[in-house]
């Protein structure tokens, strides 16, 4: 929730750490404003999801571009 403490400080990570958040909406959360802020990589939630939605398309048999 809005205002939630992180469970760790992202600076605290090795510099060639990737940060990943599940969490679509907003798509940079706090954790991920930090972490790219400390100059860590960072993958958000609405890439994670659209690259499910592809591999689910594919498994159900669908053909994408």
Same mark, same amino acid.
Request: aromatic share 6%.
């Given at each position: 929730?809005?205002? #939630? @403490?992180?469970?760790?400080?992202?600076? #605290?990570?090795?510099?060639?750490?990737?940060?990943? #958040?599940?969490?679509?909406? @907003?798509?940079?959360?706090?954790?991920?404003?930090?972490?790219?802020?400390?100059?860590?990589?960072?993958?958000?939630?609405?890439?994670?999801?659209?690259?499910?939605?592809?591999?689910?398309?594919?498994?159900?048999?669908?053909?994408?571009?």
């Amino acid at each position: 929730r809005a205002g #939630d @403490p992180l469970p760790f400080a992202p600076r #605290d990570l090795p510099a060639d750490a990737l940060v990943v #958040d599940v969490v679509t909406e @907003p798509e940079i959360t706090p954790l991920l404003e930090l972490a790219r802020q400390s100059g860590r990589a960072i993958h958000t939630g609405v890439q994670l999801n659209h690259g499910q939605a592809v591999h689910t398309a594919r498994f159900f048999g669908f053909t994408l571009p």
